[in-house]
């Protein structure tokens, strides 16, 4: 009973007590550029914040804009984050620093007038108040996990994309401190990711 206690206690929802906070600046990161992926093929997904901000009267809406690429076509999309949870992350062993971990879903939709045009949809995963771990192997974050489905065809591809790793990506990523695309997806747009060896801030 002890254990499920604590358990229940490290899974207690703070959405209430902070959503107060704006946490645009981290929904909407421009420092770190993000790795992601579509379809089957893993073909690289290239994903740019240029603005996010908190709604004047929901404290857990957010608007965003951005583009998205595919091999040489770009898509201009406009969306929105909806934050469900803010949980405290008890861990990783860092009593010293509080840590918490947002979940929300998103909804991001490309202009339609673009060629290739259609919605992203899924859930999103941000750890804050850990940013001092950013050089550590393994780290990642900013994880956006879902799919995109076509305007013109409703047809519907998985779309991954996170900061340093990308969630779901274990046939692709076969790096072991970090992220290393597998040879039989390296000519699905990441030749000069793995010809830079991993620098993620090179196109």
């Not at 207690?12 to 959503?19: C, K």
């Not at 949870?85 to 339609?112: K, V």
Request: proline share 0%.
């Amino acid at each position: 009973q002890k254990t499920g206690g604590r358990a229940t206690q490290k899974a207690r929802n703070e959405l209430g007590r902070l959503s107060k906070y704006d946490y645009s600046r981290l929904l909407g990161q421009q420092e770190y550029r993000y790795l992601g992926f579509i379809g089957q093929n893993y073909q690289r997904l290239y994903m740019y914040f240029t603005w996010a901000e908190k709604d004047t009267a929901d404290a857990a809406l957010y608007h965003v804009e951005g583009a998205s690429r595919v091999r040489e076509n770009v898509c201009n999309f406009v969306g929105s984050i909806r934050l469900k949870r803010i949980d405290r992350n008890d861990n990783e062993g860092f009593r010293s620093l509080d840590r918490y971990r947002i979940t929300g879903e998103y909804s991001l939709r490309e202009d339609e007038r673009q060629q290739g045009a259609g919605r992203f949809a899924g859930k999103v995963t941000v750890d804050f108040d850990d940013l001092f771990l950013n050089m550590s192997d393994g780290y990642c974050n900013n994880s956006f996990e879902g799919k995109w489905t076509s305007f013109k065809t409703k047809a519907s591809k998985k779309a991954n994309w996170g900061l340093f790793r990308i969630p779901d990506s274990d046939a692709l990523d076969v790096g072991e401190c970090e992220f290393m695309v597998a040879d039989k997806y390296k000519r699905n747009g990441w030749e000069i990711y793995s010809a830079t060896v991993g620098d993620s801030n090179i196109l």
